[in-house]
């Protein structure tokens, strides 16, 4: 259960599109169609916007989107606006009933 | 609404024991699986544990098998977590999270307390 890899940090202009990936193994992300993301803001509990890798959650923006190519998942954001600015974190299963984080990537909006 | 709320933290010495609580209202507790996750200070998400609906089946990260324990009491809506030997390493916000679905667990959260923090220091 060793964390899945992302960059530390991503940025991007108002307007612009980013993605930010998330590498895993054939064991976790590559395994299992059941890749998400979660936004978190600052002092804030977690939310969560992907789920089973391009699903959005109940009132996500469009602008927020996921994909995977083997043991890689990417979240991309669109259209990017100030308040997107946040923590953004890859989950995955793993297996046996236990799932694991990446590590977390930082977004700022230039 | 959904709430979740953690009680329990404090400073720890390394090698303490301490056990949260996750108290839950405004949904039907024991249809839903729950979690822990936790975040050490400046870091990342850390996936601890779930137990099932009903408190038969429970699931732990190789991080803290065999030291913490997830527990539920249905009839008072509220889940536990027994941690024991804890180490320094251990030190961070401790969250609960409602799983998503009802039924199997589906391993994402939609809802979450905001966090009890245990720092663990001699």
């Known amino acids: 259960q060793s964390a899945l890899t992302q960059p530390a940090s991503v940025s991007g202009s108002p307007g612009q599109s980013i993605s930010i990936s998330c590498t895993g193994t054939s064991s976790d992300v590559g395994g299992y169609y059941l890749v998400s993301w979660y936004q978190q803001h600052p002092g804030k509990a977690p939310k969560l916007l992907i789920h089973?890798?391009?699903k959005r959650s109940s009132g996500i923006s469009y602008r927020f989107s996921g994909s995977k190519s083997a043991n890689t998942a990417s979240l991309t954001i669109s259209g990017l606006q100030a308040e997107d600015e946040a923590d953004y974190y890859c989950y995955s299963y793993a297996g046996s009933n236990t799932w694991v984080f990446g590590g977390g990537t930082k977004l700022s909006v230039l | 609404q959904v709430q979740l709320e953690e009680s329990g933290g404090g400073v720890v010495q390394p090698g303490g024991s301490l056990r949260l609580s996750c108290a839950a209202s405004g949904f039907t507790f024991s249809s839903f699986g729950m979690h822990w996750v936790r975040q050490a200070p400046g870091k990342g998400l850390e996936w601890l544990a779930v137990?099932?609906?009903?408190?038969?089946?429970?699931f732990y990260a190789d991080s803290v098998k065999g030291r913490f324990t997830i527990s539920r009491d249905n009839s008072k809506n509220t889940m536990f977590l027994q941690m024991s030997t804890l180490k320094t390493d251990d030190t961070a916000v401790y969250y609960c999270?409602?799983?998503?679905?009802?039924?199997?667990?589906?391993?994402?959260?939609?809802?979450w307390g905001q966090g009890t923090l245990v720092p663990v220091s001699s």
């Open positions: 137990i099932s609906s009903d408190g038969s089946n429970k």
């Open positions: 089973d890798v391009t």
């Open positions: 999270a409602r799983d998503m679905a009802t039924g199997p667990i589906s391993g994402d959260f939609d809802f």
